[in-house]
């Protein structure tokens, strides 16, 4: 008899579902980016238990119509995208259509959701752990969409006592990615709470619809930081890489246009003046095309520039990259954190010649070496 046979599809769906959810930032994130893909411009998230017990996050946005209940938390089921190639001009956050389908099988897990604003009339929608509908009854509720998120991890008993342990960690880790897309998302009222167990809802923070990018950091972060910060506008143009190697370097290079080697960096970054600016590191924001990101290189490029003009001080920076789509793979890891950029040696290049001048532009301000 052979011995190598299919896993049990039950059993590969919770297997990879703990890839996609990874952990309390992972809920939030594809949340909250689901409200933003639906076009939402109020976004609530409201914590009990630092998340704990349960995360909450309610849109306005567009809602979900009825035909689609029946498959809105089927695995690989999306309405962002079709096939491989759409991923190139992908203007959404969402594309594999896995975050709810993970997070049924990791979780307690329902979501009311209205279409109409007269509405009153609401749908409330619970799901078995393989994402398929099991109850779908009329509650009243709000135009658009509120998902909720209890005991997270039940089924994972390592995984919750982790959650257990670390939630202090986990929590700020999360209320710093609120942050980034608070600040980014221009448009779009956010506003985060949190309530500990026998205690009072509290407010975390909250930002407006009609902001500008400056007012949210300002609202986030606070007046004080913004005197200190410098604006970044910096565009950078990138050398055609010298003989490219390989087959699949040279099709990229005759395909890609002149767009997809300029690249414009847009956002604040403080000042490196001595005695201003003074900022925790977790401060430090990347997007890509507003994408919040982690970006380790470029991070790690900035952070250099910024050392050479300041020993004593971490920056802030809040850096969008703004790009052609065809720069970069954002299909990289299950839980879509990392992203790829391509002909990131360039890009690293041009980026710190670039931060260098504007620096050197700066008044007051000499490189160290040169002191
Ligand atoms: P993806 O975002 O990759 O499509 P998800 O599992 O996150 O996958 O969501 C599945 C689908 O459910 C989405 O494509 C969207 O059509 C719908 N959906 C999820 N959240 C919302 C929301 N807040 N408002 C409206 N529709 C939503
Ligand atoms: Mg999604």
Avoid at 73 to 86: I, M, N, V
Avoid at 109 to 119: K, L, S
Wanted: proline letters at 4%.
């Amino acid at each position: 008899m052979a011995t190598i046979k299919a896993i049990e599809g039950r059993s590969v769906h919770q297997i990879q579902s703990g890839q996609v959810i990874v952990d309390l930032v992972s809920v939030v994130k594809e949340l909250v980016e689901n409200s933003l893909d639906a076009g939402a411009t109020s976004v609530e998230i409201r914590f009990k238990n630092q998340g704990l017990d349960s995360i909450e996050v309610q849109d306005n946005g567009k809602g979900i119509p009825p035909e689609d209940f029946d498959t809105v938390a089927l695995k690989h089921y999306t309405s962002k995208l079709s096939t491989y190639e759409d991923l190139t001009s992908l203007d959404t956050f969402g594309f594999r259509g896995e975050a709810l389908s993970s997070l049924c099988a990791l979780s307690k897990f329902y979501i009311t959701t209205a279409r109409t604003e007269d509405g009153a009339v609401g749908r409330k929608l619970e799901f078995e752990i393989s994402g398929k509908l099991k109850s779908n009854s009329v509650v009243s509720a709000q135009k658009g969409t509120t998902v909720s998120v209890e005991d997270l991890f039940c089924n994972l008993p390592v995984r919750r006592k982790e959650l257990e342990k670390n939630v202090k960690r986990e929590y700020n880790k999360v209320i710093a990615h609120l942050h980034a897309y608070a600040c980014i998302s221009v448009g779009v009222r956010f506003a985060v709470t949190n309530q500990m167990p026998k205690a009072k809802k509290m407010t975390v923070f909250s930002t407006k619809s009609n902001a500008t990018t400056k007012e949210n950091i300002t609202n986030v972060f606070g007046a004080k930081t913004l005197v200190a910060l410098l604006k970044l506008e910096l565009r950078l143009e990138m050398e055609p890489s010298s003989g490219p190697s390989t087959q699949s370097a040279r099709n990229w290079s005759t395909q890609t246009s002149d767009r997809s080697r300029k690249v414009q960096v847009q956002g604040y970054i403080s000042k490196p003046v001595f005695g201003e600016g003074r900022q925790a590191p977790d401060r430090q924001m990347f997007f890509v095309n507003s994408r919040p990101c982690g970006l380790p290189q470029v991070t790690k490029a900035v952070n250099e520039v910024y050392r050479s003009f300041n020993v004593s001080q971490m920056p802030f920076v809040f850096a969008n990259l703004v790009m052609d789509t065809n720069a970069y793979d954002v299909n990289v890891s299950p839980d879509k954190r990392s992203i790829m950029l391509h002909d990131q040696t360039a890009l690293l290049e041009s980026l710190k010649a670039s931060l260098t001048e504007l620096f050197e532009q700066t008044e007051q301000t000499v490189p160290l070496q040169s002191r």
